[in-house]
């Protein structure tokens, strides 16, 4: 499910609805690489030989507990690293077209129809912290969003992968309702967000807060964020919500799967 949360700056969470294996953070290209030295056959020995040792017993049962734990957790990530690197520099790379957001989802959507596993991807799209010049910059974040999220499900659906993503939006604040001197606004409390995808049913969720009544000059809001993280936990992933958010949350009916 894809959650789009505009405020500061940060944009979408694409959530996967299918089983998958573990989290990988890739901030860009160069940076999953696993550089061991010398050609490529070397470098494919000493790469082994570490997975080799890593995955090596360590002692006792129920000894060096800790140690494990880690160990499982490299071979884990380098095995989710060398497959990632195969998905973006292999012969079968995932087409990755456009530029910004767009690409970013693209990419996202190449990963799901090739199977990756990951059943949460975070992009981000920078911008949204409007000091200044609301109007103008809010015209063009928008508009990249918009675009962005239509191509995403457009390729989802090309390979039938559309009614297994969702997406959502969120951000760690929103804005002012009062314009400042500089034709923006400044930080605010209650934002809003966006979900997407053919599995949603569309429509607005609650009603627009007043402009009138305001708490400290900010927007009230009328859904806590956790009961959505909650709905899309235990309906979606199939997770214990009350695990992550450490409370039992109500659900937003709205958002529950549609048939």
Not at 205 to 223: E, I, M, R
Request: glycine residues 12%.
């Amino acid at each position: 499910m894809p959650i789009l949360h505009i405020g500061r700056g940060r944009l979408p969470l694409a959530v996967t609805g299918a089983p998958g294996g573990g989290a990988v953070t890739v901030s860009g290209q160069d940076s999953f690489h696993l550089e061991l030295g010398g050609g490529q056959a070397a470098q494919q020995k000493v790469r082994r030989r570490l997975l080799d040792e890593l995955a090596a017993p360590t002692g006792k049962a129920g000894e060096n507990e800790l140690v494990s734990f880690v160990q499982r957790q490299q071979v884990q990530t380098l095995t989710a690293v060398e497959q990632l690197r195969e998905l973006l520099e292999g012969p079968n790379a995932v087409s990755r077209q456009g530029s910004g957001l767009g690409q970013k989802l693209q990419l996202i959507a190449g990963l799901v129809a090739k199977g990756f596993g990951t059943r949460i991807f975070y992009v981000s799209l920078e911008g949204f912290d409007t000091h200044s010049f609301q109007g103008t910059t809010h015209n063009t974040l928008l508009a990249e969003l918009a675009d962005s999220v239509g191509a995403f499900f457009q390729a989802l659906k090309a390979t039938g992968h559309d009614r297994r993503v969702r997406l959502m939006t969120f951000s760690e604040f929103g804005r002012r309702v009062k314009e400042n001197g500089s034709r923006g606004t400044d930080h605010g409390a209650a934002s809003c967000l966006f979900v997407a995808g053919p599995s949603v049913r569309g429509g607005v969720v609650g009603q627009h807060p007043s402009l009138s009544d305001l708490d400290a000059d900010d927007l009230k809001f009328h859904t806590d964020f956790r009961r959505l993280y909650a709905t899309l936990l235990d309906d979606w992933l199939g997770c214990d919500s009350k695990a992550v958010l450490g409370a039992k949350w109500d659900h937003v009916n709205a958002l529950e799967p549609r048939a």
